[in-house]
């Protein structure tokens, strides 16, 4: 069997592996076991947590304010996402490439890594003002750094005799960048993406908490909705952000695993 079919075949096998109650039953009995234990802790401590009944209702007769909202904090994570990958790439391949640039501006990434964001965030609001442009560049700067250093250590991670093999025969250090190096790095890179994707939404949010007089968004949903004790309303629009993150999640792991077919990390089990 060629390599082809042998790979569509693990594809299929995956996909009806799916439906055996092995994969989907011990997820259903946990949620429900979260459900029993959310129930008997909401009918005793109200003002902890809203009833499901509550928080379901939310979702199911205001639908639009949710939708709206999720798509706003959904917008600005995207685009800081992007801002912040790009950068963390196009900078990781330099200070692989270059050993002055490394020693100049690695120590500079680390010290803005370690500087919390959310102790940024105002500034960045006072600085940029109260649009879209604040929220963009906190969540760029809270996935910037795990991009940067996966992929940079993805870029040098090149075993030494195929380095040597692309030398043998000449090859250019762009040839060695985008043939070798590049390809090599691929698997850390979406290993970085997996958390990145999610935690662009949290970026997002620590942005919307930041902005004072924001109107959209669902971070601003939680933020006046817990400052009324609306508790059904500020656990609905978590029950948003939990969903758009799993879908970011498993969005990023699909591409993965298309990009990467080849890659023994994306084999099965023997």
């Not at 960045?124 to 109260?130: S, Y």
């Not at 991009?147 to 993805?154: H, Q, S």
């Not at 000449?170 to 070798?180: E, G, I, P």
Request: proline share 6%; net charge positive; charged share 10%.
């Amino acid at each position: 069997m060629s390599a082809r079919l042998a790979a569509a075949a693990r594809r299929a096998a995956a996909a009806t592996g799916f439906l055996h109650p092995r994969w989907w039953l011990p997820t259903l009995v946990a949620l429900a076991a979260a459900a029993v234990v959310w129930t008997l802790v909401a009918r005793s401590n109200p003002y902890v947590l809203p009833a499901l009944g509550a928080v379901g209702e939310q979702l199911t007769t205001q639908p639009g304010f949710y939708v709206e909202n999720a798509a706003a904090t959904l917008r600005e994570a995207l685009l800081g996402l992007l801002a912040g990958s790009v950068a963390a790439f196009a900078l990781a391949v330099g200070i692989s490439e270059s050993t002055v640039l490394r020693r100049a501006l690695l120590p500079l990434v680390v010290v803005l890594n370690v500087t919390p964001v959310v102790a940024i965030a105002p500034a960045l609001v006072v600085a940029f003002g109260f649009g879209i442009l604040p929220k963009v560049v906190v969540t760029a700067l809270i996935t910037f750094f795990p991009v940067l250093m996966n992929t940079t250590t993805g870029l040098r991670s090149v075993a030494r005799p195929v380095l040597q093999v692309f030398r043998t025969v000449h090859a250019s250090r762009l040839d060695v960048l985008w043939r070798l190096r590049i390809p090599s790095a691929l698997p850390y890179v979406f290993a970085s993406l997996r958390v990145v994707f999610p935690l662009s939404i949290v970026g997002a949010i620590v942005a919307e908490f930041s902005a004072a007089g924001a109107t959209q968004g669902l971070g601003t949903v939680i933020s006046v909705a817990s400052s009324s004790s609306q508790l059904d309303r500020v656990f609905a629009a978590i029950a948003c952000l939990a969903v758009m993150g799993s879908v970011l999640l498993l969005l990023v792991t699909a591409v993965e695993r298309r990009v990467l077919s080849w890659h023994e990390s994306q084999s099965g089990p023997s």
